[in-house]
């Protein structure tokens, strides 16, 4: 268990040097909304349930994705020459 921390730790911290070093990162914006539900009386918001729509029949779900997947390979890449 603690091997996983410790590694888990490492990792984090070699990503967030390669951000450092690629500059400041620009992330899509997430569009949040007013969704609320009611649970025994108690108002639960869900601001990114439109995020669970099906990515193949949701044209905002797969162009949030696009726009991420677009940010994750960036670092990745950036990370791998690290």
């Excluded at 726009?67 to 950036?78: E, H």
């Amino acid at each position: 268990m603690r091997s996983t921390r410790c590694l888990a730790l490492a990792a984090g911290l070699l990503l967030s040097s390669a951000v450092t070093a690629a500059g400041a990162v620009s992330y899509p914006p997430t569009r949040i909304d007013g969704t609320t539900d009611v649970y025994l009386g108690v108002k639960v918001e869900d601001p990114y349930r439109w995020l669970e729509h099906d990515v193949r029949e949701s044209d905002d779900v797969r162009q949030w994705v696009e726009a991420q997947n677009k940010v994750t390979f960036l670092l990745s890449r950036d990370h791998s020459r690290a």
